[in-house]
């Protein structure tokens, strides 16, 4: 595959690479020192204190906005486990996991269309939530960036379309994965199949505010799983769509 | 300060730190849009890898791959946060490279992802994909898309 097949307007590219550059080379360094070992020694001078995550240990994907503020309350923390309106839920790895209608805004104050998953390792009662979500349909850019709207027409109109997303259920880039699924209103079961194993049928539920309308499933598979593979299924047990994701290739590499 | 203690392949902890922070800390600021997610970024991923250092085969590979991820999960998380919103200064002062900044931060991230590894990192697209974990031809479709639109917010 090479990108002369996109027909790539020069002006267009000279003008964006030089772009890129100069932004890039507008980046200065800060004196923020290395990280060293985790809890011993004082956070870099000069840093905001979510950056305290960070020196502490916490890896990569759990830096919350508001970490520090682990005493405060309110919407945007974690009042209960398990969450409240859970649609699904599971266990794997002895991490315990739940899918909940979404409850966060975006940043028009809307709330988000979808699901979200909440993971019992990266989730504790009075800490800002650390949740993934997703949505079903077709994305439309809103006023501004973060304010996207869902389009379900053209998925409606065929059950084999379907959104799977992955993330890890641990913290950072360790734990089992959980995958969301939203699917079609006539698929009822995914049938997940990881590396050759296939496991028990999980049953898709729909939002109670539209009950007629997408339905939402979630699975967890182990930390080490290289393919997961799941099929949709209709009221009958006919497949109407197959979704493979090779799950060693997302998020961090393995150091090895 | 610990030390991590240095590998017998690649450049010791803080040898990599001090040399790569400020590149990958740049290709974090084009992907994420903003200077305090990449410096997060960054910072999160030299945590994390520092005490498996030695362990890592690969370490500047893995750092830039490790980076474009954790941008990746910034704007997961941004977008379940309403109060997380791009800054809109301009960053260079010169108005054409502003202008295209300006568009390319209004790109859905995955698609300026692609424009950022392709013509800051030259990835070729199946590079880009492998890094994504994304199927090239999606990554193709995501380009050609952000193509269009700059061409048209830009003419």
């Known amino acids: ?256 | 300060m610990r030390s991590a203690p240095a590998t017998g392949v690649g450049p010791s902890f803080e040898v990599a730190y001090k040399e790569q922070r400020l590149p990958l800390l740049r290709l974090a600021v084009l992907l994420t849009g903003s200077r305090e997610h990449a410096e997060d970024a960054v910072q999160a991923v030299f945590t994390a890898a520092f005490p498996r250092w030695n362990s890592i085969a690969q370490p500047l590979s893995y750092l830039k791959r490790a980076v474009v991820n954790s941008c990746a999960d910034v704007h997961r998380r941004r977008a379940r946060d309403r109060r997380a919103v791009l800054d809109r200064e301009p960053v260079t002062g010169i108005p054409e490279v502003d202008e295209t900044w300006a568009v390319l931060r209004e790109l859905p991230p995955r698609q300026r992802a692609v424009v950022v590894l392709h013509f800051y990192e030259d990835l070729p697209l199946v590079e880009i994909g492998r890094l994504l974990g994304r199927p090239a031809a999606t990554v193709r479709s995501d380009l050609r898309r952000a193509l269009d639109t700059l061409r048209k917010d830009l003419a």
């Open chain 1, 1 to 256: 595959m090479t990108t002369d097949q996109l027909d790539i307007d020069p002006v267009l590219e000279r003008r964006l690479r030089t772009s890129l550059a100069a932004v890039a080379a507008a980046v200065t360094a800060d004196s923020a020192p290395a990280p060293s070992g985790p809890g011993l020694d004082s956070p870099p001078p000069g840093r905001r204190p979510r950056r305290l995550a960070a020196v502490a240990g916490v890896t990569a994907g759990t830096l919350s906005l508001a970490a520090f503020a682990y005493l405060q309350s309110g919407p945007e923390y974690v009042s209960e486990l398990p969450p409240p309106d859970v649609l699904s839920s599971g266990e794997v790895e002895g991490v315990r996991y739940w899918l909940v209608p979404s409850f966060h805004e975006d940043v028009c104050g809307r709330p988000m269309a979808g699901v979200e998953i909440v993971s019992a390792a990266t989730n504790q009662v009075g800490q800002e939530w650390s949740t993934g979500g997703m949505a079903y349909g077709d994305p439309r850019e809103g006023e501004r960036p973060g304010c996207d709207r869902w389009d379900e027409t053209a998925w409606l109109a065929d059950p084999s379309r379907a959104a799977v997303d992955w993330m890890r259920l641990g913290e950072g880039d360790d734990g089992p994965w959980g995958g969301m699924a939203a699917v079609h209103p006539d698929v009822t079961h995914l049938v997940v199949e990881v590396d050759g194993t296939t496991l028990p049928p999980v049953p898709t539920r729909p939002r109670e505010d539209a009950p007629d309308g997408p339905r939402y499933g979630v699975v967890g598979v182990p930390d080490d799983t290289d393919v997961a593979t799941i099929t949709l299924q209709d009221g009958t047990g006919r497949a109407v769509a197959v979704h493979e994701e090779r799950l060693s290739a997302l998020g961090v590499p393995a150091a090895d």
